[in-house]
């Protein structure tokens, strides 16, 4: 929280009042004891079990000491014992919390289930539990209270990690290879610490007033220490005689208890309640992967995905939403993969990348990234893989940086990962590195947060990030979706330079195939978790298969007549679930026909080198292209 979402909490007249109180308490707690611990030991034969006098305003207890005195000396101990409770309560949660993060699938899955379990008793049930189990007294109070709402905080630490875990940033992190404890640490929880740190508070009353329970029935605080609880109990044998004796502790616990939650509902009031996407499943953490296959480095490529397959559980079986890609960038290379929404290419880099949502189900015939197989591999070794030969450009700017994190220490922090660098040298990295990506005054823009820079400078710091180390393969997907135009071309251009300059291989993945050919040299078209068509982005007039076809009769240019409306592919693409059988396009293709019920495989088409459509009537008429609309990196060169 920001000082002034403290301020804000603290002119809420509530907020206000309840921190006053805690304030108050708090005094109270530090000179209480040193001003009256001796005077409420005292006791006094001549004054037992006295009501309200002008010595002693609520009256003594059975041993005559002044219960006045005994209800403010408890303070500390009260206070104490309940603040450690809800120390040990955050401290277990926290850790059941994100070990699903840390451990694998099952021991995760393990974990998530008890957790759950724990969470549907009542907490009070658990409370007494495990009082009967620690023993009677203070100290198995403090574990049977801490431990009993634990359960439930860690739920809440365990959907708010899920919730983040699924952000760009969290992803970028891990591909730029910072290991698990660090991205927990540096990356999970400070972004869901607000929630907890309300929750927390609110659980302190809730700790307090449970506290007061057990002492009352006499599973806390044992003689001769004393709580409110303890005090409230020794009252209320009393109550027709002296009330004043139970209503003081009474009403000591009462207020307390209200000023931690109402404390904490300001605070919650003022943060709000955070939306964070959530893309994944909280259960689960590693993908699984099929059995490595042996390393063939082929020098030239960066990238070879052979009948690459991803799939999700689902019910009745699997769905294969990415269905056997083959797909091979080689270095220098800038290649477009395009497709309808929902076509698999964003799933297709993800799992070459490593970064498959937790429950899905990767194989491939061959899978290599910078020269390397890093299926079967430690889970190290793949980190310093993707970290240091793989970049990734995320399609929302606002996701892909940690919020609570400066720019530049964010940068810094792959270098200092993988090369071990200090930390000087690493942010004089990071501040270079946001020049060569023109982000002006580098130096102070380092030194500033995510949301102080504009959403195409944060696409420059994201590829900024891909150049601290010397990446061989740069995948931007959908880089400049959340970009106004200008921008877009401004961050198109960049990726451009990067790949000339560095020497480093970008893949682009856009739904948009003006897009594309703005600066790839070769295009892949994705249909339905397949590649249907590959060819030179110069010779997209050649295109072979109907769906590219279609797709670039959608695109509209200068000379499109307005008063027409402007092409597009009837039907919709097939629910990976229910794909037809055969060729996936063919329910929406003018030229299918019998032929089609068998699925084609990727084959040399047309006349051009390097054309591959996966298309039993593939198209041999040449389009009449507006090569200027699409603008492209072929045409240019
Ligand atoms: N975690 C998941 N669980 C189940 N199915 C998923 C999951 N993630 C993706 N899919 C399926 O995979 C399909 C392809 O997703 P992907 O994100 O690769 O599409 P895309 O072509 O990149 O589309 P977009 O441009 O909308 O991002 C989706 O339509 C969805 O059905």
Redesign the pocket.
Known sequence: MGRDQWKAALHNPVGAVAAGLLVLLAILAIVAPLLWGDAAEETDPAALSQGSTAEHPLGTDALGRDIMLRVLVATRYSLGLALLATAICVVVGVLLGVLPAVLGRRAGRLVTGTVNLAVAFPGLLLALFFAVIFGVGARGAVLAIGLAGAPSFARLVQTNVAAVSGRDFVAAARVAGVGRFRLIVRHLLPNVGEPLVVNATVLAGGALLAFAGLSFLGLGVQPPAYDWGRLLGEGLDRIYINPAAALAPGVAVVVAGLAFTLLGESIAQVVGVRAVRRR?PPEGTASAAAPAAPAQGDGSAVLVADDLRVG?PAPGGW?H?VDGVSLTVRRGETVGIV?E????????ALAAAQLA?D??HVTAARLEVAGAEPRGRPEAEVRELLGTKVAMVFQDPMTSFNPSMRVGAQLAEVTRVHEGQGRRAALARAVDRLRTVRVPAPERRARQYPHEFSGGMRQRAMIAMGLMSTPELIIAD?PTTALDVTVQRQVLRLLKDVQSDTGAAVVL?S?DIAVVAQVCERVVV?YAGRVVEELPVGQLGAAAHPYTRALLASVPDLATNRERPLATIPGRPPD?ADRPEGCAFAPRCGFADDACRVRPSLAAAGSVPGQRAACWHPRTQPLDLALDALDTAGGRA
């Not at 929404?341 to 297709?348: I, R």
């Open positions: 994944r999700f769905t939403p497709g929404s929902g076509s698999g290419k964003s799933l297709t949502p429950d899905a959908e993945i739904h994705m990976p």
